[in-house]
DNA sequence: CGTTCCTCCTGCTAGC
DNA sequence: TGCTAGCAGGAGGAAC
């Protein structure tokens, strides 16, 4: 499932593959994809149509690219990959993936494929087109993005690898948090790109359980689930961005996955890396949570 | 506003 | 063998 790293890596391809080139045809194959885009796909289609791509963006698990038609303002193709969305670069004539969504061609390089795909199998991700605004997040002192953020996903609060992240700030509303702190991680207007995976490895790392009450932990232990979080994420990050294939963007999340080492999630049963335990497994919010059980101790009471 | 719950979707696996 | 149920889960919106 495509998290912050994951995305990272896709948004390198893009930059490295997709950015300074044209969009010459745009094909939005159904309407699910495009839902979020509320003019509708014919409407996406023709907007992106000869439009250039300035640059290659990134706020959480959101990826968008800045794209310029010949007489308009910079805009932004906001793409979400959901669960199991990938981008891909491939040669037009490629045969078509099975749960292929859309394709943009781009302008001649006989070097390189030039057909940008969006490939969701369950479909949770899209592609919308928003106005390019400035960032509401960020930071004074900090610099700024030079684009600007799409004005549809303001509502996500920086990620941990981003200029205008203030750890401080996200402790001081953690504080104030009532609920469960895993469940404040995956609160995308917290902080952005954690999901279920990093979650738990932030709290492994951070000894913390899940279920404890965020305002219930101290400053500094909330600071340590949080950096646990930046620097897992990090990891990854150097660890899956050295794989991928020039001919796809991303390696679909699969084998970056597969290389990760990962010390809490999916390891019911095996030893603690830390301390030897078995892990255990707890159904939480619908899903499943891996800890420790002598490293992250149960609260005594819920929450 | 904060918080919780539900829903969208497909493919795979476990169990009968 | 073939069926069903359960599971995976990001994010938005409804409901309280």
Known sequence: ??????????????????????????????????????????????????????????????????????????????????????????????????????????????????????????????????????????????????WGVPGTITHIAPDPLEAAYDQGAVVRRLKARHTGIKRALLDQGLVSGIGNIYADEALWRAQVHGEREAASLTKPALGRVLSAARDVMSDALAAGGTSFDALYVDVNGQSGWFERSLDAYGREGQPCHRCGRPLRRESFMNRSSFSCPRCQPRPRRRR
């Open 1 to 146: 499932m495509p998290e912050l790293p994951e995305v990272e890596v896709v948004r390198r391809g893009l930059a490295d593959h997709v950015v300074g080139r044209t969009v010459t045809r745009a094909a939005i194959l159904g309407a699910r994809v495009a839902r979020r885009h509320l003019p509708g796909p014919v409407d996406l289609a023709a907007r992106l149509t000869g439009a250039v791509v300035r640059a290659a963006e990134r706020r959480g698990k959101y990826l968008w690219l800045v794209v310029q038609g010949p007489d308009s303002d910079p805009e932004a193709l906001v793409v979400h990959l959901g669960m199991s969305g990938q981008l891909r670069v491939e040669a037009p004539d490629a045969p078509a993936e099975k749960h292929l969504h859309a394709t943009f061609d781009l302008d001649g390089d006989e070097r390189r494929p030039n057909q940008l795909r969006f490939v969701d199998q369950r479909t949770f991700g899209g592609l919308f087109l928003a106005d390019l605004v400035p960032d509401p997040a960020a930071a004074t002192g900090r610099p700024a993005r030079e």
